[in-house]
């Protein structure tokens, strides 16, 4: 049976449109009211550090026994305080 070859004239991608986060309060309580009690929405952010830094962490996590987030939250809390702001991380 020979090989047929693939028609990719009709071939179209779509790429989907980037979905923010919104940070108005009202959206946020109406998300709230779909996830099971005690249970905060989360909004995923990235951090780029030096090799150092994390070893640092890395070591600061086996040492405490805590997840690397609840160290980076712990942190960011100090950063609100410094600048006095309400500790929400």
């Known amino acids: 049976m020979p090989k047929r070859s693939a ?4 071939f ?14 009202e959206e946020a309580g109406a998300e709230r009211e779909h996830q099971p009690e005690g249970r ?3 909004i995923k952010k990235s951090l ?3 090799p150092e830094a994390a070893r640092q962490l890395l070591m600061l996590k086996a040492e405490t026994g805590k997840k690397e987030h609840e160290l980076l939250s712990e ?7 410094k600048n006095g702001k309400p500790q929400l991380a």
Do not use: E, G, H
């Open 7 to 10: 028609d990719l004239a009709a």
């Open 12 to 25: 179209t991608v779509t790429k989907p449109q980037a979905v923010l986060p919104s940070l108005a309060v």
């Open 40 to 42: 905060r929405t989360l």
């Open 48 to 50: 780029q550090m030096t």
């Open 75 to 81: 942190a960011l809390n100090l950063l609100f305080k």
